[in-house]
């Protein structure tokens, strides 16, 4: 969240200091609505506005309101859409004399949105939770809640095309080849859209248009179906391994008990567990239930929506960031409406108004993807806990490699375990093994090790796929200058400028600021001296296109292509067969399927342990297991080599061994120790600000009155580690407690209690999961 003393500085006036000052505006709410003769019948309702809670309004005699109903309301000079969050509002207090006491008028609701369905209860009582949880303003849970502006216009029609009545014989023998397509494609005699019919007729949209001119064709107005309205669960299947099928009856019983409750599926990829929770999905949509299906990375899943919609019969509702308005409102409409009945979306789809939600599964629920780290902070993954719960309803998390505090919560209980201990079919799991980068260590400027191009050199004569995997974009991501030392930094950031050799810049991987390659240090104008050190992707690629000069490169990473199709055709080649070694970020490691790929190598295994983060030793382990499960997921076997200078980290004898659940405990004991998350909660507070001095001051203030105690403690303040971001300066606090403790009250009361002016601002992170 973010806190400001004056919490609405940033959106503009407070709308609580015009409900209450806005005379003028209460006039015209009086007049629009009619001042009421009699007492009134009052209720609340919450404002997407970053307001701590719902305001009383009146409710005119002729409205019918209750709980959950959209409504107009007058809001200062604006009339704004909010949502009735409670009708069991107190009578205005009285005096003891009898007299209502002086308070600012009440104004009454202006209108009430007819066509759209309530808020549920559990929707309201979500965002509650959420705003209580974050410390979050609650009107601004409910402005992200609400996104879709457009969601309250009626859904406009779509014109559809349907063949004529009466068409001759002769006219019909006349007609184009593609015009008699069209027909053919019509003998249904279900309208379609042009784009729909032009696609199914191999022409284009100028030749219906023309077929229509021509009376061949009729338009209507349709009411378009929002997506996944009727998904078919009878489809034909694979037939499940009795592990699969346990799994599968487990959540189906889950289900069953509509009761919230909670189950890990835990196998390594290519277990089937898809397969699996795709039971469960089909018993919760026959039980006449939605379903909500959370991905880390949608854009990246076009296989799984394949597969879905072979399983299924038609596409999922999706919901993720990169969404068209119009496609952003059908599918909020169709969601509240509970006409979509299943829904694939990134973190932000928890806050749908679902109509009926049943079921939630969580895939790949260790996924770091699922914190959202601005707006409202919070993480998906445990919002989705909440959600179940108040839902009472079974949630199903899903992973190879869980995070440690779902592990945790199977150990103690609290969730079901559900167990796929092998791959499906005769893919078996890839051998990994070290290379100590301390014996085999590549000339200057050189990355790869003799033994893994030596592997990679074996895979192409084998006619095989390899991959190389470095979680690094760009050229080198540091560039020094040999004559006077000076590094090339970002002007806004605490970060170095990243070389692209591609577009021959260098770019801040944090704020976006980009400049060309000087050719010359800019701090003593030598011409010579500049040296990229240590390697991104590119130089990868141009060590491979060195030293393998026949092998067919590519390289994958967020910034190399250009758009989510160029991503998939990408993928289809790679997957077609169609490269040799694919170079790539962590945007390879998730989900793909790459039948031929039986070599994987990983640049730099010891990357995601610097830094010393909490999380450091759990997320290499979680992101190179996952690399490494894109080797051998067919019937070729799998190899997997990191290069490591570190071969006796718990976690590279992890990998090796195959030992998850020993890497798991030892990390447990080790946070136990440390008293760290899970065994602890954590609080970050960042300070930040454009002055430094007011940041400093600020964070030192906060400093002096910080909880410290038995059960509390907080460290700091200290230079946040990116001390300069986007030019805002940033000081960190975090605070340590006790899980018993109630930290959201302690965190709150502390703050409040220092002033903050408004062009500081505080971001209070509950539950932090990077520490920047
Ligand atoms: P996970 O989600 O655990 O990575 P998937 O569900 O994606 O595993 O399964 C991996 C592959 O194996 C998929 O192509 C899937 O269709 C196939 N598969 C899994 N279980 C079976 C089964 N019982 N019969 C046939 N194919 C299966
Ligand atoms: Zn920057």
Known sequence: MTTQNDQTSLFGTSPE??????????????????????????????????????????VPAELDIQEGNYVTVPLGSRDVIGVVWNTETQAPPQNATGKAKRR????????????????????????????????????FVLKMALSVSSAFNPPAPVTAYQKAANISEETRNGLSD????????????????????????????????????????????????????????????????????????????????????????????????TEVYFEAVAKALDMGKQVLILLPEIALSNAFLDRFKSRFGCAPALWHSSLSPAKRRDTWRGVAEGKSRVIIGARSALFLPYHDLGLIIVDEEHDPAYKQEDGVIYHARDMAVVRANLGKFPLVLVSATPSLETMMNTWSGRYHHLHLPHRHGAAQLPEIELLDMRAHKPPQNYF????????????????????????????????????????????????????????????????????????????????????????????????????????????????????????????????AGAYDIIIGTQIIAKGHHFPHLTLVGVVDADLGLQGGDLRAAERTYQLLHQVAG?????????????????????????????????????????????????????VGIIVSGKDEQQVLDISIALGRSAPQGEKVQTLGPADAPFYRLRGFYRRRLLVRADKKVDIQKTVQSWIKSIKVPSTVRIYIDIDPQSFL
Request: include cysteine.
């Open 178 to 273: 593609k015009r008699k397509a069209v027909l053919h494609a019509l003998r249904d005699n279900v309208p379609r859209r042009a784009a729909e019919l032009a696609d199914m007729a191999g022409c284009t949209a100028s030749v219906i248009k023309g077929m229509e001119k021509l009376g061949l064709l009729e338009t209507i107005a349709l009411h378009a179906m929002p997506p996944c309205h009727s998904p078919q669960t009878d489809t034909e299947r694979v037939t499940l391994s009795d592990f699969q099928q346990a799994a599968a009856d487990n959540l189906c019983m889950m289900l069953d008990e509509r009761e919230y409750c909670a189950a890990l599926l835990d196998g390594v990829t290519g277990a089937g567990k």
């Open 104 to 139: 600012p008028k009440i104004k009454e609701i202006i209108h009430r949105m007819d066509d759209m369905p309530s808020m549920p209860r559990e929707h309201r009582n979500f965002i509650d939770w959420v705003a209580r949880y974050t410390l979050t303003p609650k009107g």
């Open 448 to 575: 790869l090790s003799e033994p893994l191009i030596a592997a990679l050199k074996d895979n192409i004569e084998h006619g095989n796929q390899s991959l190389l995997f470095l979680n690094r974009r760009g050229y080198a991501p540091l560039t020094i200058c040999r004559g006077c030392g000076h590094r090339l930094a970002c002007p806004r950031c605490t970060a170095w400028l990243v070389e692209h050799k591609q577009s021959n810049r260098l770019h801040c991987h944090h704020c976006g600021y980009n400049t060309p390659t000087p050719k010359q240090c800019p701090e003593c104008g030598d011409p010579e001296n500049l040296a990229a050190c240590g390697p991104g992707v590119e130089r990868i690629f141009e060590e491979v296109t060195e030293l393998i000069p026949e092998a067919r490169s590519v390289i994958l990473a967020s910034d190399t292509t250009e758009s989510h199709e160029e991503l998939a055709e990408r993928l289809n080649d790679i997957k």
């Open 17 to 58: 200091e015009e409900q209450e000052t806005d005379t003028a505006a209460q006039k015209a709410g009086q007049t629009a609505g009619k001042a009421a003769a009699q007492p009134a019948r009052l209720v609340d309702v919450l404002v997407p506005y970053p307001v701590e809670k719902a305001y009383s309004y009146a």
């Open 630 to 682: 894109r080797a051998g997921r067919e019937e070729k076997e799998g190899h997997v080599m990191l290069q490591t200078w570190h071969p006796d980290n718990k976690v590279m004898q992890a990998l090796a061994a195959h030992e998850r659940d020993f890497f798991y405990e030892v990390e447990g004991e080790e946070r136990e120790m440390a008293h760290m998350p899970p065994f602890s909660r954590l």
